[in-house]
Structure formats: structure tokens, C-alpha cells
């Protein structure tokens, strides 16, 4: 899986999709790893039992990830977390009506930041960058509409750019090296 995230890293696509439905199947989903009474129905979460949409605090264990999560009404609002099981942080971000908005952080294991960026409408919107784990930048770009746009630089550790390309609406339209 860190195999997964860091390819997805490389290209420039946000971890949070994938981990979106970790987080999804936490919201529903009982094992011996993950303890939550939350079912949804009609996309709202209710406690098991319950015929009053859930409003609370969510913090499940799911392949072996603590996901934390606000519920308003039966509906994911507010701060999301998702953390190694020793309770450093893996994710960061706002959601409002299910769906991610605002500033997101990724973290690499050792707490460093990973890429981040903002969304709106649960997809990435304006400048998202990416560290090595030195903190150093390693690629950088602008999303409009969930598509990247307009000129993405890749760096070499030192610093050197080493790959400029240009998009439009999502397609590569020019590639540099």
C-alpha cells in the first residue's frame, strides 16, 4: 500500500480519493479491527438501532489506519483525520457535505509533509505540491476543476528542475526534461 501512495504522490494524483473510500467503508463496515455502530442508509449515518441521522465524533480502526471523522446530522462535516495506529498523522482535511473542501495535508511516516493542496466540491483546486521527505519541494502544480492545468514542475532533490510540462484541461499538451 505505501508502494501505492507514493506512485500516486509521483503523479500528481491526491491520496485522499483512494483513502476516501477507507473512509466510506469505515462509516459501514464491522470486523475485529473496526468497532463502529454507524450504518448508512439513504447517505446518512445512523447508529445501528437508530432511526435519528448520528451527529458525533467517529473514530473507527480500519486497515490498520485510525480514521476520525465528524458526523452532523447523518452527514460527514467538519475536521477528518486518518493516522498510523501509533497515532502519527497520515491525513488532514475539512469536509462539508461529504465531500472534502478546503486544505488537505498528506504525511510521509515520519510526520514530515507529504503534498498538499486544496479542494473544492470534493476535487483538488488551485496549487498542490509535493516534498521529499526532507521537506524539500519534489513537484508542483495547479488544478482547476479536478484536472491539472497549466505548467507542473518537477525537482530533483537538489533543488534542479528537472521536468516542466504544460497542461490544458487535464491533457499533457508539452513535456520538458
Known amino acids: 500500500m505505501k508502494k501505492y501512495f507514493f506512485k500516486m504522490a509521483l503523479t500528481g494524483i491526491p491520496v485522499i480519493f483512494f483513502m476516501c ?6 462509516s459501514c463496515t464491522k470486523n475485529k479491527n473496526n468497532r463502529t455502530d454507524l450504518i448508512k442508509m439513504n447517505g446518512l449515518l445512523y447508529k445501528s438501532g437508530s432511526n435519528v441521522p448520528y451527529t458525533g465524533r467517529e473514530k473507527a480502526v480500519l486497515k490498520g489506519r485510525i480514521i476520525e471523522y465528524d458526523v452532523v446530522n447523518g452527514v460527514k ?14 491525513i488532514s482535511g475539512q469536509m462539508v457535505n461529504n465531500k472534502n473542501e478546503g486544505h488537505w495535508k498528506y504525511f510521509y511516516e515520519n510526520s514530515q509533509v507529504e503534498s498538499e493542496g486544496d479542494f473544492k466540491n470534493d476535487m483538488p483546486q488551485g496549487l498542490w505540491v509535493w516534498y521529499f521527505q526532507d521537506g524539500k519541494v519534489r513537484e508542483k502544480g495547479e488544478y482547476v476543476s479536478g484536472k491539472r492545468d497549466g505548467k507542473w514542475l ?6 534542479k ?14 513535456n520538458k526534461n
Open 21 to 26: 473510500a477507507l473512509v466510506a467503508l469505515s
Open 77 to 90: 462535516q467538519g475536521e477528518m483525520k486518518i493516522s498510523y495506529l501509533e497515532g502519527k498523522p497520515q
Open 154 to 159: 518537477t525537482y530533483e532533490e537538489n533543488g
Open 161 to 174: 528542475i528537472s521536468v516542466v510540462k504544460k497542461f490544458k484541461d487535464g491533457e499533457l499538451i508539452k
